[in-house]
């Protein structure tokens, strides 16, 4: 009898003991399938990440403002001119992409501080102010701000801007210069677009209209009644905006234009566009 109660009791402790041992085994086992998908789904997902930063190193973002002609322009549903062609070969060279955004002419060095775009090209002259907040590279072509005026206006040249109603494109180098006139008396009138100002004028808003020498001819050749003044109000030197201390990028675009203008192909790109006006 005693034998019997203590076969019974050893074969409930052996039950008990291969149950838990199984429980274990299973609980084991569920945490390492869990562990190794968790660990799989960082992986892929550090796999994704990894395939975008290397995208985003393939591409060359660039800031720009396309109502520039014709420097930078709309032609249907393309943004096209000699910045866009300068930019499309210097990425060509690099091994980038370009990815062009256009947007307002004074959100590009923001653009470019955030680091949401990676080049300025846009007309943009190198200057003081703009060299507190950016970069420059060297520069790829010389431009003039010039007076636009009616026909019959009795504007002869930039002195005679004193105490007249300017209008400039918000911005841009015309707006820097142009704002010295105010000291004079001067009133400056602002517009997102440079033909926004042209048409300000012909409407007698304003008496004149100061902005680079190339969107100035476009604007002309558009508009019957107004003109170009031959004394031009500044010379100055377009240049790229890069990140403030991108230093690297700096370099490879200044050796890409050093090739560009070396070979020809810089003066090439903004021949197609100049001389056809």
């Known amino acids: 009898?005693?034998?019997?109660?203590?076969?019974?009791?050893?074969?409930?402790?052996?039950?008990g003991s291969m149950a838990a041992c199984g429980s274990d085994g299973a609980e084991t086992t569920a945490a390492a399938d869990t562990t190794s998908a968790e660990t799989t789904t960082a992986g892929e997902a550090a796999d994704e990440e990894g395939?975008?930063?290397?995208?985003?190193?393939?591409?060359?973002?660039?800031?720009?403002?396309?109502?520039?002609?014709?420097?930078?322009?709309?032609?249907?549903?393309?943004?096209?001119?000699?910045?866009?062609?300068?930019?499309?070969?210097?990425?060509?060279?690099?091994?980038?992409?370009?990815?062009?955004?256009?947007?307002?002419?004074?959100?590009?060095?923001?653009?470019?501080?955030?680091?949401?775009?990676?080049?300025?090209?846009?007309?943009?002259?190198v200057d003081e102010d703009r060299l507190k907040n950016v970069d420059f590279t060297d520069p790829y072509t010389t431009a003039s701000q010039v007076i636009i005026v009616k026909e019959d206006s009795d504007i002869a040249g930039p002195d005679d801007l004193k105490g007249k109603y300017i209008g400039v494109q918000l911005g841009t180098t015309g707006d820097i210069y142009a704002s010295d006139y105010e000291a004079d008396g001067s009133?400056?009138?602002?517009?997102?677009?440079?033909?926004?100002?042209?048409?300000?004028?012909?409407?007698?808003?304003i008496d004149a209209v100061v902005i680079d020498n190339e969107p100035a001819k476009v604007f002309v050749s558009q508009n019957e009644g107004i003109k170009i003044l031959d004394e031009a109000l500044t010379v100055e030197e377009?240049?790229?905006?890069?990140?403030?201390?991108?230093?690297?990028?700096?370099?490879?675009?200044?050796?890409?234009?050093?090739?560009?203008?070396?070979?020809?192909?810089?003066?090439?790109?903004?021949?197609?566009?100049?001389?056809?006006?």
Not at 239 to 253: F, M, Q
């Open 187 to 205: 009133t400056i009138e602002r517009y997102n677009k440079g033909f926004e100002a042209v048409q300000a004028m012909q409407q007698g808003k």
């Open 51 to 125: 395939k975008e930063e290397a995208a985003g190193d393939n591409v060359l973002v660039m800031a720009t403002n396309a109502e520039f002609p014709p420097y930078e322009y709309h032609d249907g549903g393309d943004i096209v001119g000699i910045d866009v062609e300068v930019a499309e070969a210097i990425a060509k060279k690099l091994g980038m992409t370009l990815e062009i955004e256009d947007i307002a002419f004074d959100s590009i060095i923001p653009e470019l501080e955030s680091g949401k775009a990676d080049i300025g090209v846009a007309g943009m002259t």
């Open 238 to 277: 377009y240049a790229i905006a890069v990140k403030k201390g991108n230093t690297e990028l700096l370099d490879k675009i200044n050796k890409a234009l050093g090739e560009l203008k070396e070979s020809g192909e810089l003066q090439a790109i903004i021949d197609k566009y100049i001389s056809a006006e």
């Open 1 to 15: 009898m005693k034998k019997q109660v203590i076969a019974l009791l050893m074969a409930a402790v052996m039950v």
